[in-house]
């Protein structure tokens, strides 16, 4: 898995790249953690370039979320590939994530 963070006028855009699995969870949630605790409009993490994504994955955004919520910013996901959406699809997690279809669209929700 690869994460690159880019600020956006305070706005974090996060980019995924790989899989987010057991392995790599602890990481993304490590840099989530410490995204949706510093004081920022919102965040808006890119799932264009993600292979696939687990339970512990799943888990790790939930968790991000539900801190996003509490410290007052946005969480908006975004891009997710056809597979990668079946899964959120599948799991029940369409309803429970704010998710933008582009970049450029969950900025705007997050502003």
Do not use: H, W
Not at 25 to 39: D, H, I, N, R, T
């Amino acid at each position: 898995m690869e994460l690159r963070e880019e600020d956006l006028n305070g706005v974090t855009a996060l980019s995924v790249k790989g899989r987010i699995d057991s392995g790599t969870a602890p990481e993304l949630g490590q840099k989530l953690e410490g995204v949706v605790s510093a004081p920022r409009r919102g965040l808006v993490i890119d799932l264009a370039e993600l292979e696939y994504i687990s339970s512990a994955g799943f888990r790790a955004l939930f968790i991000a979320a539900k801190r996003a919520n509490e410290t007052g910013s946005r969480l908006v996901l975004c891009s997710l590939p056809g597979k990668v959406r079946q899964l959120f699809e599948i799991g029940g997690f369409l309803d429970i994530f704010a998710i933008a279809g582009s970049r450029d669209e969950a900025i705007a929700r997050v502003r």
